[in-house]
């Protein structure tokens, strides 16, 4: 099993930067891919970023140049560094862990970022 627990959210103005951050903890060894999916109301959850065990980044053309994934393996920590940020980005924000092998994945409880206009 997996744990994650998402921080960082908030309300910034148009232009400004966030920097979202998900704590991994239980079996880590397990997963595959760790990505960044964000959701809003009436719309299905979309992926933003993923990043593979071996590093490997994609990204949603949305968000392609302004946004960031990275991980900390030391601290069991993986980033989205979101720079440029539009009205249109608000959301909530969720890290998912993709586990290894077919086991299913893990969702964080989300957090909200809110950019105004």
């Known amino acids: 099993q997996v744990q994650l627990v998402e921080s960082g959210g908030g309300l910034v103005q148009a232009g400004g930067s966030l920097r979202l951050s998900c704590a991994v903890s239980?079996?880590?060894?397990?997963?595959?891919?760790m990505g960044w999916y964000r959701q809003t109301p009436g719309k299905q959850r979309e992926l933003v970023a993923a990043i593979t065990s071996g590093d490997s980044t994609n990204y949603a053309d949305s968000v392609l140049g302004r946004f960031t994934i990275s991980r900390d393996h030391a601290r069991n920590t993986v980033y989205l560094q979101m720079n440029s940020l539009k009205p249109e980005d608000t959301a909530v924000y969720y890290c998912?862990?993709?586990?290894?092998w077919g086991s299913g994945y893990y969702w964080g409880q989300g957090t909200q970022v809110t950019v105004s206009s």
């Open positions: 998912r862990a993709t586990m290894k």
């Open positions: 239980g079996s880590i060894f397990a997963i595959n891919v």
